[in-house]
T-cell receptor, first 114, second 115 residues
Framework: AQSVTQLGSHVSVSEGALVLLRCNYS??????LFWYVQYPNQGLQLLLK??????LVKGINGFEAEFKKSETSFHLTKPSAHMSDAAEYFC????????????FGPGTRLSVLP | GAGVSQSPSNKVTEKGKDVELRCDPI?????LYWYRQSLGQGLEFLIY????????KSGLPSDRFSAERTGGSVSTLTIQRTQQEDSAVYLC?????????????FGEGSRLTVL
C-alpha cells in the first residue's frame, strides 16, 4: 500500500526566501504524484502533478517539484515566497488499482513572514 | 456551476441528531470521493464511488456513517447519532475516471459542528 510523509507540519519563511516543502512516498508501483494547496476555508486545488516524462514539473503560482525515484521524493519548491503563498500544502500519491486511488500526506502549513 | 458543489457549507447540530451532507460533482465525472478533515489534521479517506461499481467503504469510521450516490451523480453522506468527535470539515472531490492521471477536483467542504 502506498503512503506519503511530509517532513514538518509547519514551515515558516520570510517573504522573498526560498520555499522548500518535503514529501516522501512509498509505492509498490511507479507512482503518480500531486501537490495540492488549501487556502483558509477553501477546498484543495491542484498545484502540479507528475505522471510520466520529465521529472521536473512546473505548476501554478511559480511552484515546481522534482520527482526523484532513487530518493522516493517529490519536494515542492518556489524560489521566492510571497505573502499570498501562506496556506496548507498536501502531497498525494496515486496508484492504479481498484478502490481508493489517492493517498494524502498529513499536510504542511506554510507561513510567510514579512 | 462548473465546479464541485457541497451543501450545506456550515452545519451546527446537537449530539445524537442525524445529518446529511450533499455533494454535486462535476458533470461527467465518474469518480467521487468523501474525505474528512479534522481541525489541524490531514485528509482522512471515507468512501469512494466509481461509476456503477460497488463503493469502497473501507474508510468509514463507524456504522453511523453511510453514503450513497444516486444515478452516478449526486452523493449524500449521512451521519447518524452524531458525536462531538464527528466535528470536522467534510470534503467531497470528483475525478474524470479511473485513469491514474486524473486529478481530484474538490468542493469547498461542509463544516460540521456537533454541540
Amino acid at each position: 500500500a502506498q503512503s506519503v510523509t511530509q517532513l514538518g507540519s509547519h514551515v515558516s519563511v520570510s517573504e522573498g526566501a526560498l520555499v522548500l516543502l518535503r514529501c516522501n512516498y512509498s509505492s509498490s508501483v511507479p507512482p503518480y504524484l500531486f501537490w495540492y494547496v488549501q487556502y483558509p476555508n477553501q477546498g484543495l486545488q491542484l498545484l502540479l502533478k507528475y505522471t510520466t516524462g520529465a521529472t521536473l514539473v512546473k505548476g501554478i503560482n511559480g511552484f515546481e517539484a522534482e520527482f526523484k525515484k532513487s530518493e522516493t521524493s517529490f519536494h515542492l519548491t518556489k524560489p521566492s515566497a510571497h505573502m499570498s503563498d501562506a496556506a496548507e500544502y498536501f502531497c498525494a500519491v496515486s496508484e492504479e488499482n481498484y478502490g481508493q486511488n489517492f493517498v494524502f500526506g498529513p499536510g504542511t502549513r506554510l507561513s510567510v513572514l514579512p | 456551476g462548473a465546479g464541485v458543489s457541497q451543501s450545506p457549507s456550515n452545519k451546527v447540530t446537537e449530539k445524537g441528531k442525524d445529518v446529511e451532507l450533499r455533494c454535486d460533482p462535476i458533470s461527467g465525472h465518474t469518480a467521487l470521493y468523501w474525505y474528512r478533515q479534522s481541525l489541524g489534521q490531514g485528509l482522512e479517506f471515507l468512501i469512494y464511488f466509481q461509476g456503477n461499481s460497488a463503493p469502497d467503504k473501507s474508510g468509514l469510521p463507524s456504522d453511523r456513517f453511510s453514503a450513497e450516490r444516486t444515478g452516478g451523480s449526486v452523493s449524500t453522506l449521512t451521519i447518524q447519532r452524531t458525536q462531538q468527535e464527528d466535528s470536522a470539515v467534510y470534503l467531497c472531490a470528483s475525478s474524470p475516471g479511473t485513469r491514474r492521471t486524473g486529478e481530484l477536483f474538490f468542493g469547498e467542504g461542509s463544516r460540521l459542528t456537533v454541540l
